[in-house]
């Protein structure tokens, strides 16, 4: 007998939202679509030998103020007041320095925890970027351009060296910023999908209850319904394989999402981890629970086998109330020292690069907001303050100077673009080979710029 009803049309791209929305309804013991390779994200060998494998990057948002808390400035406090370079009164730290460790390393009182890290750190005083805007800067530290969409250097890097667990995503963000760049800010950009980040959480939300939403919604689908669609879905993708590397990032990445189903839910679960490491990390309430989670998560992702972390901190554009910069800084101190500890008793911090770092700093002078003085500080790309830990750079090292004041640096200056070429260094990544040709012309994170700081490196 024959079925005269009508047959709805569905689009090929009715078909692959259908199998991608539908990944989080799949049967655990479901569907695993055949594979005749390891895919994008399978590990590949670096260029040279590496001394990091993966990188934790701490993203401090806003440009935080050097001058509060790793660039100490006697001679900028003993003439605060008076009038700076730029006509504006100089403005003096609001809180006091001290040498900490072996190393001697200066350290303002707001970080007490990570003070006891100093011989863990190497700090970069003479750090430089393109701009002073936000919108500028932000994509810059994240891409290295910003002229137009760039991939991220999270991508760039599971890009060369693919990632060692086959169940996670390669490159994760966590509450990364709405503005300023946005979701192209752990995009991929012309490389295929497969390498841009997966997000948890955004900027301004509790991180407690962020999720993955594909692995939490059903969607109104049963799970027979999404393993067809999703077997349909891979079955076109197969046929177009030949065509585009864009098919074979879709392929890799809806393989992934279904084999994320079991993986990811076990390292988010900080309810493994015990009272006590809770309790260093500063998880329990407070303030320091947010970051606090942050960090602990980053641990237990490259710990898993996740190529690249990113976490972050907003609320460090301090153009008045500087005289906040403490609780800002007590809400990160505490988790940083944690996470360096924790690294370090693991026996991962020696291949764990982590990076901490704002998209530029302050000026050394008092911010003038609506023609009043304010208590605040001004955007300052000419010099700055970052600094790295792990992965093989040089431990307890204070690297670069800027002017007595402050202004920009004179001494081991570090463009971005240098610091991006050492962390691929590092890798193992030379970072003028890593490229990737697109539109005609071959790409690469540092453009036509930058230099391995080799001095840093151990």
Known sequence: ???????????????LKVGACGLGSLALTGFVPNRSDAGLLAPKPPHFAAKAKRIIFMFINGGPSQFESFDYKPKLKAQSGKTGLKKKKLLGPLWKFA?????????????????????????????????????????????????????????????????????LPGFFTIKP???????????????????????????????????????????GRTPEASRASLELAQSMNAELLSQSDQVRGVIDSLELSQRMQQAVPAVMDLGRESKATLKMYGIGGGPTDDFGRQCLLARRLTESGVRFVEISSSGWDHHSNLDKFNTKAEQIDKPIA???????????????????????????????LNGKEAKGRDHNAEGYTAWLAGGGVKAGLTYGATDELGYKAVEGKVHLHDLH?????????????????????????????????REIIA
Not at 3 to 13: A, L
């Open 421 to 453: 070429a050492t962390m691929l260094h590092l890798l193992g990544l030379d970072h003028k080979r890593l490229v990737y040709r697109y539109g005609g012309r071959d790409f690469r994170l540092t453009n036509i710029h930058g230099n391995v700081v």
């Open 99 to 167: 040498q900490h460790g072996e190393s001697g390393m200066w350290v303002s009182e707001v970080f007490p925890h990570l003070a006891k890290r100093t011989d863990d750190l190497c700090m970069l005083n003479g750090m430089q970027t393109t701009s002073r805007a936000h919108p500028i800067a932000i994509p810059m530290l994240h891409t290295g351009d910003f002229q137009f969409v760039r991939p991220s250097l999270g991508s760039w890097v599971i890009y060369g060296l693919g990632t060692e667990n086959q169940d």
């Open 177 to 219: 910023t709405r503005t300023f760049g946005g979701p192209a800010n752990y995009g991929s950009a012309f490389l295929p999908s497969t390498f841009q980040a997966t997000r948890l959480g955004w900027s301004g939300q509790s991180i407690k209850n962020a999720t993955i939403r594909n692995l939490t919604s059903t969607h």
């Open 1 to 15: 007998m024959t079925n005269n009803s009508p047959q709805p049309i569905v689009s090929r791209r009715q078909w």
């Open 338 to 368: 944690a996470l360096l500890f924790d690294l370090k008793q693991r026996g991962l911090l020696d291949d764990t690069l982590v990076l901490w770092t704002g998209e530029f700093g302050r000026t050394p002078e008092t911010q003038i």
